[in-house]
């Protein structure tokens, strides 16, 4: 099992930033995949960066340039740096763990709001 623990999320104005992390524990297997994923209401979940355990990331094309993924693999921790945000970032952000094999494990969510 793998828990994940998201916090930083919180309001923001448009064109603010924010920070969300994802500390992992449990049992980590040290190749994996974590990522970000968010669901904005009425909508489907769907990807906004993932980052393997060797640094090799894959944004979705609505945040690239705005948002950096970055982690800590000492501290299995995910970050989530978000810049420029819009109306349209609002949604609850999810934490993602993925095995090699394929099984996965999912944060509780923070919710991101971004509103003036």
């Known amino acids: 099992q793998v828990q994940l623990v998201e916090s930083g999320g919180g309001l923001v104005q448009p064109g603010g930033s924010l920070r969300v992390s994802c500390a992992a524990s449990g049992s980590i297997f040290s190749i994996n995949t974590m990522g970000w994923y968010r669901q904005a209401p009425g909508k489907e979940r769907e990807l906004v960066a993932h980052i393997t355990s060797g640094s090799k990331t894959n944004y979705a094309d609505s945040v690239k340039g705005r948002f950096t993924i970055s982690r800590d693999n000492a501290k299995n921790t995910v970050y989530l740096q978000t810049n420029s945000l819009k109306p349209e970032d609002t949604a609850v952000y999810y934490c993602?763990?993925?095995?090699?094999?394929?099984?996965?494990?999912w944060g509780q969510g923070t919710q991101v709001t971004v509103s003036s």
């Open positions: 993602n763990y993925r095995h090699p094999l394929g099984y996965e494990y």
